[in-house]
Nanobody, 125 residues
């Protein structure tokens, strides 16, 4: 089992920044892919960004490229999502997830095995 705990969400104005953290514990592995997802009210949960623990290859959805950066600290077993130039449409619950089955950084969310409880990000206009 892998436990994931997100933190860092909150309320920010348009153009502001937030950094989300995802602390992983339990049977983690350097072969895992770690992803950040988000779900806005009335919408489906979508991938935001993902990173391989080993090698650090990344994936971003088009709408966050150039604004968001995913990174990991292997020593701390923590994955980060730095979010800059935030927009109201970024408002959502953000979830951290881990996959033992993804071969790369970009893969379907159905392949993610473990999920955090989510953290709310609200961007005011």
């Amino acid at each position: 089992q892998v436990q994931l705990v997100e933190s860092g969400g909150g309320l920010v104005q348009t153009g502001g920044s937030l950094r989300l953290s995802c602390a992983a514990s339990g049977r983690t592995s350097s072969t895992y892919t770690m992803g950040w997802f988000r779900q806005a009210p009335g919408k489906e949960r979508d991938i935001v960004a993902a990173i391989k623990w080993s090698g650090g290859s990344t994936y971003y959805r088009d709408s966050v490229k150039g604004r968001f950066t995913i990174s990991r600290d292997n020593a701390k077993n923590t994955v980060y999502l730095q979010m800059n130039s935030l927009k109201p449409e970024d408002t959502a619950v953000y979830y951290c997830a881990a996959s033992s089955r993804c071969s790369g950084a970009g893969c379907p969310q159905t392949l993610y095995d473990y999920w955090g409880q989510g953290t709310q990000v609200t961007v005011s206009s």
